[in-house]
């Protein structure tokens, strides 16, 4: 049965405020602290019959600015009392613990005995099956989100997702199966009108709805807030740091800081840092979404002020199950979606909307490029933003392209795009009929009004249609079937119809505003008959005024004219000298001319005949207006009825101009169809990158074969021909983990790029740059590519670096796609060999767990040392090079091939490399020197310390010159008279040059 309601309306200002109400038991806000705006939805149990009342979830009726609340007992449910039976009011009093009162009486518990738990755990108390769901949504923006399991105490987070829609959040659901749904208040009305939906829905099987919906304010979603609380999170897994120790002098000794307050700031400082090795701190609003969660748990225990009582068993990210997980990060160094400062400076935008930028070479800049409608570059931005694990619509996707690539639909196909090219962007024009307004003003601006746009629609609209029907055949893709039932050409021509019988296009054009056609009203062409003819009307009027001029003003008086609003004047021109009008009104005693303003050199009058005219005809242009405005106004309403249909048939052009998009990217590129499969391999025949080819005269391309841990003794996967040596690095057939190696510049980032695009491209549904490609469905692609730095964070290169990989390591699963290029660069280079060696043995050791990795490094003693374990799991390939040694000039003596081999390089060829980018060459013989030295394993410093014969001779010889001058007597350098001046000269000159064959002179 359902509670009856008791009537009392919360604004939605009283929200924010707190305002309290005094239903039944039904509904408390409160307001904890100051501008908190929580509302409680407080709940009266008897404390009897406690198992009835597990949960009650809070439902909204009406608008936004003003709903009515109303909470749902149980089926079971007959009677809710408004008191407790003692009579006292003292368990209500407190704020209503949201979760305390369903898992009471399935403990075994009073409320009494809640409250004093021994352990004083609250989560001991809560119910089993409480999910509190966090959800941040902008519209046509992200949507962020995480969520707290108080039976695991497990908190997860979910990577931002970029371009989220309604479809998102259902599948959100689903994945979650949430109790408890916070949302801050400025959620777009849709979202919440969606969630309200879910929340109605009555779950026979518990007998209680699906959930609670709390609003809060936007403060409780603050990012900087809830990254102090997740790093004051006591966490199982991630135990505290056993010291924090400040850099101090040489030799290894250590500072004491020098404050409590310089502690635990740099206590901090590490605590954001390994929290960062937990969940991506760049999704700014699913970590917001945790930390409003957390938040409230605080507040529900009582303790708002120290989050870190809250015990959390495990803190991970998530993925909705059928979305591929990528960071942004990861999104970035592959290059998948990245804009740039636009070129012209009059391009780039400052509001929120106007981002300011182009799009750069990116592969989402390939596609975009292609399609020809607004829709279809969201879509596509979408697709892009969002890959999928779904594998019928992975398939079906490629069999549209497939399908548009046919050799018969190529001139249907050219059709299709000359269409697009012409289909506008209706959802702003169903926004703006919606909210009753079109912008657009100056010339040529109706060309881009509402009804201009909504007509293009509709004729491109039926054209798009009839041209999908001339596919052969339509019926074997889903997507053609689609549009052809979607688009009703009955719903469409009657649109047209109705718009165009309507709207005179013709004449809206040149007067830059919305003209109606005549014989729509009477009465509104009775008005344009009557202002059309305001010309003659005028020159009569002025005929008969002149007459009751007297005679001298007749010719000063010569005009009348019309202006909307302000109706008919009479213009008076003014006097050159005075700027005084010539004629006022003299000698018309019974007639008062009132002067209305004056302009041009002109004053503008109302006297008895203008006023009569006033009275007899009235605004006849603002009458025009107003009955037009009044006429689109139905028409706007006519068109409404069609809104989802219109709204339907545009999303369909867009996923069409999309897959189009891929299509022709297919065609133009040389792309092939990848087989996408459940099992966990990738083999990749031929493959390319599909950005870097596009800069380069001539690509290399190579292969790659990884298969996931738990696949890799499965029989039978890869190519037929891969034992005709197609893929030449694979020395393993079941290897899981790859480990490059080769000389810079030699093409190793490329190759770990171009693999990790052709797995995601494969997981849009769009053809991929190789010549074969079987690739198993993947769940996360994680990558420590490029370290992306900013004085807005407090992190080292190599902080930044470990972050990553402890992101990966934390993260990856058999199904993932791990990449490592140069980790460990960032510190000593015995620290870094050590890091890399201990990440390809811990992979190594995964086995049947490994997820598929390649790796790229220039540490080679980890191999030389025999650091890395041998395994069926790994395999070593090297990029392989021609060296000649028999070139003079450095720079030519290194032939990249680009091309990926098995084994292990040995040499990177450093010094090769700095000589081809241009750096000195005393540098470069120098760096040549060390590095020899060093490989030898001799005495760097025995080395430098050591003379070379010139240099022994050198210091021998100004060792004898020395020793000559201490031995000559100093009378002998005496200057006594003139004379001595030439004896000084020959003994100085038998000092330095003796036995020396010098023939310098003093």
């Not at 001991?124 to 108080?150: D, H, I, P, Q, W």
């Not at 639909?409 to 090219?421: D, P, Y």
């Amino acid at each position: 049965m359902k509670m009856p309601a008791s009537g009392r309306r919360f604004s939605h200002h009283q929200r924010a405020r707190g305002g309290s109400s005094q239903c039944r038991g039904q509904v408390h806000s409160r307001g904890r602290g100051r501008g908190s705006g929580v509302i409680d939805f407080k709940r009266r149990t008897d404390k009897r019959s406690s198992s009835n009342l597990s949960h009650m979830p809070i439902h909204f009726e009406g608008s936004r600015s003003e709903r009515s609340f109303r909470a749902r007992p149980h089926a079971q449910q007959t009677v809710l009392p408004s008191t407790p039976p003692d009579g006292s009011d003292d368990a209500f009093s407190s704020p209503s613990r949201l979760f305390e009162q369903g898992q009471a009486h399935a403990l075994g518990t009073t409320p009494e005995n809640i409250q004093n738990n021994e352990s004083g755990d609250f989560y001991e108390t809560v119910n089993a099956e409480e999910v509190v769901l966090a959800v941040s949504f902008v519209e046509r923006g992200s949507l962020g989100c995480a969520y707290f399991a108080t039976n695991t105490q497990e908190l997860r987070i979910l990577h931002d997702m970029q371009y989220a829609d309604v479809d998102v959040l259902e599948a959100l659901l689903a994945h979650v199966q949430p109790t408890v749904v916070l949302l801050p208040f400025k959620t777009p009305e849709v979202v919440v009108s969606l969630f309200e939906r879910h929340a109605n829905i009555w779950d026979e099987g518990s007998g209680q709805c699906s959930y609670a919906i709390r609003m809060l304010t936007s403060a409780n979603f603050s990012h900087s807030n809830a990254v102090k609380r997740l790093a004051n999170l006591k966490l199982s897994s991630m135990s505290a740091p056993r010291a924090v120790v400040r850099p101090g002098l040489a030799g290894g000794t250590t500072e004491s800081f020098e404050s409590t307050s310089e502690l635990r700031l740099h206590s901090a400082i590490i605590g954001v840092t390994r929290l960062s090795s937990f969940i991506d701190l760049d999704s700014l609003s699913s970590v917001a979404c945790a930390g409003a969660i957390l938040g409230e748990l605080s507040r529900y225990d009582g303790h708002a002020d120290d989050p870190g009582h809250i015990r959390c068993r495990d803190l991970q990210m998530f993925a909705l199950k059928d979305y591929l997980l990528i960071s942004n990060d990861t999104m970035s160094s592959l290059q998948i979606l990245r804009s740039e400062s636009h070129p012209n400076s009059q391009a780039r935008g400052t509001g929120k909307t106007a981002q300011g930028g182009k799009e750069s070479l990116s592969i989402y800049g390939l596609f975009s490029a292609l399609a020809g409608t607004p829709q279809g570059k969201a879509k596509l931005r979408q697709m892009i933003a969002r890959p999928t694990v779904d594998l019928n619509l992975i398939h079906e996707r490629q069999r549209t392209i497939s399908f548009l690539l046919q050799p018969g639909n190529s001139e249907t196909l050219e059709t299709i795009c000359r269409i697009l090219r012409k289909v506008p962007d209706i959802r702003r024009s169903i926004i703006k009929l919606r909210k009753g307004v079109d912008s657009t003003s100056g010339r040529g601006s109706f060309n881009r009004g509402v009804w201009w746009t909504l007509r293009r629609f509709v004729v491109g609209a039926l054209q798009l249609r009839e041209a999908i029907r001339g596919l052969s055949p339509v019926g074997e893709i889903i997507l053609a079937e689609t549009i052809v039932r979607i688009i009703s050409p009955n719903t469409m021509k009657e649109l047209g119809e109705t718009v165009g019988s309507t709207i005179d296009f013709r004449e809206s054009r040149p007067n830059s505003r919305v003209t109606v056609r005549w014989g729509v009203n009477d009465e509104l062409d009775r008005l344009k008959r009557d202002y059309n003819g305001m010309e003659d009307l005028l020159s009569q009027v002025v005929s008969d005024l002149s007459n009751e001029l007297p005679e001298w003003a007749r010719n000063i008086v010569t005009s009348c004219i019309f202006w909307p609003q302000l109706g008919f004047l009479t213009m008076v021109p003014l006097c050159p000298d005075s700027e005084e009008p010539m004629y006022d009104g003299q000698g018309l005693d019974c007639d008062n001319w009132q002067i209305m303003f004056s302009a041009e050199r002109k004053a503008y009058y109302k006297n008895h005949r203008m006023r009569e005219l006033d009275a007899h005809l009235g605004d006849m242009y603002g009458g025009i207006l107003d009955l037009e405005v009044e006429i689109l106004h139905n028409l706007a309403v006519d068109v409404m009825v069609h809104e989802d249909a219109l709204l339907a048939a545009a999303d369909i052009c867009g996923e069409l101009d999309a897959l189009v998009a891929m299509a022709l990217a297919a065609g133009k590129y040389g792309w092939t169809a990848p087989k996408v499969t459940m099992s966990n391999v990738l083999s990749i025949r031929a493959g390319r990158h599909p950005l870097q080819e596009l800069v380069l005269p001539l690509y290399i391309p190579n292969d790659c074969y990884l298969s996931g841990g738990e696949d890799h003794e499965t029989p039978g996967l890869g190519f037929e021909s891969r034992s005709s040596g197609h893929l030449p690095m694979s020395t393993s057939e079941c290897a899981s983990m790859t480990v490059l190696t080769g000389p810079n510049h030699s093409g190793k980032s490329v190759h770990l790029k171009h693999v990790a695009l052709i797995t995601y491209l494969a997981h849009i549904g769009s053809y991929v740059p190789a010549e074969e490609a079987i690739v198993g469905l993947t769940d996360k692609i994680l990558t420590r590519l490029s370290t992306r730095e900013t004085v807005s964070r407090n992190e080292s290169s190599f902080a930044v670096d470990l972050k990553q990989v402890a992101f990966c390591l934390k993260s990856a699963s058999p199904r993932s796609l791990v990449l490592v290029d140069e980790f460990g660069k960032g510190t000593a280079s015995d620290d870094g060999a050590g890091l890399m060696a201990a990440l390809v043995n811990h992979f190594v050791s995964l086995r049947t767990k490994t997820p598929r990795v390649l790796a790229a490094t220039h540490f080679h003693e980890i191999f030389e040392g025999r650091h890395v374990s041998e395994s069926p799991y790994l395999t070593l390939a090297h990029m392989d090079i021609r060296l000649d040694s028999r070139v003079s000039r450095p720079d030519n003596q290194l032939v990249y091939l680009y091309r990926l081999i098995p084994g292990v390089s040995t040499e990177s060829f450093g010094a090769i490399c700095a000589a081809l980018s241009g750096v000195d060459s005393s540098v470069v013989d120098r760096a040549k020197t060390i590095a020899h030295i060093l490989s030898s394993n001799e005495d760097l410093n025995a080395a430098y310390t050591t003379l070379d014969a010139e240099d022994y001779n050198r210091l021998r010889d100004a060792e004898d010159v020395a020793r000559r001058f201490l031995n000559v007597a100093p009378r002998n350098l005496a200057i006594g008279v003139v004379g001595d001046v030439g004896n000084i000269r020959n003994t100085l000159r038998s000092v330095l040059y003796e036995d020396t064959g010098s023939n310098c002179h003093l």
